[in-house]
């Protein structure tokens, strides 16, 4: 079975534009949730989403956000990128929606120049 | 907010010798997880400790979780290069929202 697929694998953007990050969950896994990772600290969480609605959402801006589809695919979306959103973006799905083994995707890594 | 700490940030080792990193966090914790992630990789969850006191062993790995649920730790004995990576510790309080806090983490090099 495929694991957590995310798309697309590297990104370059320059401040001030928006990017869009894709996730598929492991077949079955309702839950989605999104966290950032910046070089040599742990997955900050950003937002998780079971049955297409918003459960958590962790202490980022409103330049994010996400949303969940029916087939439990999710996006994560980022408007006006600043240079302080160069990170690691990780998608985990669990089965349920209240911290079940999260299962990681390998990520986005995102630049901003 | 709830906070989740880890220590050492660093732990250089000779292979063959024990390794343990150690978690705290500010509040008391329904369950707590453990990640490894190898350089360049992804967070691979090994284990989930839900009971006070409780204690579980993965071949070479030990994990312990306080009797106050409030902290945790993880011991390797006779570390192999494998070991490489950095280890997680992950929170979840007992609120609603029921999300993961990590903590920084702790980056285990080995040296043959």
């Known amino acids: 079975d495929a694991g957590v697929t995310q798309s697309p694998t590297h990104l370059i953007k320059t401040r001030g534009q928006h990017v869009t990050l894709r996730c598929s969950p492991i077949?079955?896994?309702?839950?989605v949730s999104w966290y950032q990772q910046v070089l040599g600290q742990g997955p900050q969480f950003i937002f998780q989403y079971y049955e297409k609605e918003e459960r958590g959402r962790g202490n980022f801006p409103d330049r994010f956000s996400a949303r969940q589809f029916p087939n439990y695919s999710s996006e994560l979306n980022v408007n006006a990128l600043l240079l302080g959103d160069s990170a690691l973006y990780l998608c985990?799905?669990?089965?349920?929606?209240?911290?079940?083994?999260?299962?990681f995707g390998a990520g986005t890594r995102l630049s901003v120049l | 907010g709830q906070q989740v700490m880890q220590i050492p940030q660093y732990q250089h080792v000779q292979e063959g010798e024990d390794f343990t990193t150690y978690c705290n966090s500010s509040?008391?914790?329904?369950?707590i997880q453990w990640y490894k992630q190898r350089p360049g990789g992804h967070p691979v969850f090994l284990i989930q400790l839900v009971k006070s006191g409780e204690v579980k062993k993965q071949k070479r790995l030990t994990f312990q979780f306080g009797e106050a649920k409030k902290n945790s730790s993880l011991h390797i004995t006779a570390t192999q290069t494998t070991d490489v990576g950095t280890y997680f510790c992950a929170g979840m309080n007992g609120g609603s929202q029921g999300n993961l806090i990590f903590g920084k983490g702790t980056k285990l090099s080995v040296k043959p």
């Open positions: 077949s079955g896994h309702k839950s």
């Open positions: 509040t008391t914790l329904s369950n």
């Open positions: 985990a799905s669990s089965l349920v929606v209240r911290a079940n083994i999260q299962y």
